[in-house]
């Protein structure tokens, strides 16, 4: 065990951009150590209250210095040691904190076309009974004024404006110390993906399982299971007071998808308009990160 272990990389999201699986990925590289929290969230919430994130992220959430650095205690030697929080991308704070202890960290983002990762987040929401409207466009406006019911803010529209939050990073850390990823990219050749990115963080290349689906997006196709997994019921009181907490944590991984078929298509109307928000930042981010983003700007699928 190395007892001054401490992280050298860090995955910044975006949220519902593929970051779990890409963890997961990594986690299994010999000479990769990961987190065994995912979203510890610390450098967004140092000496704070996780009050802006849903109960499940807010109990898993490590605030104090000392616990942060216990996440690390395990590793024996990697070379590359990392964690991944996906509300480090968005944070002020996250940005300065990362830079001011790891100002030499190798930073790495995935940004998803930002309709369809707004629309990913509020199906999996309504899935699990964390939101009450019933389309995108009512969701971004009750998140806008604050009535959002999963607990988070800002989770919707403001998480898929990307370029001003790179260019802090860019400035802050350099742009060769921010590797950018597209979603699509990883989605269509994961491997290809992750060989580029095991030379940036220093390691050897490696294949690791890919079986094991992650995060997977829809909706329940029965009431029964969805309110089994996400409402006060005996089965579920019964189980926390039986299993440990681990055990139950898996459990509930492995049947909380059982059921999912796949949600139905993102409507063109809300897909115009949010494209018209979205337009002029895609337009920046394009030009910040030299990639063609023209499918970003399609009309709608």
Not at 41 to 51: D, G, I, Q, S, V
Not at 91 to 117: D, T
Request: net charge neutral; charged share 20%; with cysteine.
């Amino acid at each position: 065990m190395t007892a001054t272990a401490k992280p050298n990389f860090f995955i910044l999201g975006a949220a519902k951009a593929g970051t779990t699986a890409l963890a997961a990925y990594l986690a299994q590289h010999p000479q990769i150590y990961m987190s065994p929290v995912k979203e510890p969230h610390f450098f967004a919430l140092e000496n704070e209250k996780p009050t802006f994130l849903d109960p499940g992220d807010a109990a898993r959430a490590v605030t104090h210095w000392s616990d942060y650095l216990g996440l690390f205690a395990d590793s024996h030697g990697e070379i590359a040691i990392g964690e991944a929080s996906t509300t480090y991308l968005h944070s002020a704070k996250a940005a300065a904190g990362i830079h001011e202890r790891f100002p030499s960290a190798r930073l790495i983002v995935i940004l998803r076309q930002p309709i369809e990762r707004a629309y990913s987040a509020f199906v999996m929401y309504r899935r699990e009974n964390r939101e009450d409207n019933e389309n995108l466009l009512a969701a971004i406006e009750h998140e806008h004024l604050g009535k959002h019911y999963s607990g988070e803010e800002g989770v919707y529209l403001n998480r898929g404006f990307y370029s001003q939050p790179l260019m802090r990073y860019f400035n802050l850390f350099g742009r060769d110390n921010v590797k950018v990823y597209l979603y699509e990219e990883f989605q269509q050749q994961p491997q290809v993906m992750l060989n580029d990115l095991h030379c940036y963080v220093g390691v050897d290349q490696f294949q690791p399982n890919m079986s094991v689906a992650h995060n997977v997006g829809g909706l329940h196709k029965t009431r029964t299971l969805k309110s089994l997994l996400t409402r006060p019921n005996p089965v579920r009181f019964l189980a926390r007071s039986l299993l440990p907490e681990a055990l139950r944590i898996g459990v509930r991984e492995r049947i909380k998808y059982f059921d999912l078929q796949k949600a139905p298509a993102i409507d063109a109307e809300t897909w115009s308009v949010l494209l018209e928000k979205y337009r002029e930042d895609i337009l920046s981010l394009q030009d910040l990160i030299g990639r063609d983003l023209a499918h970003w700007l399609r009309s709608a699928p």
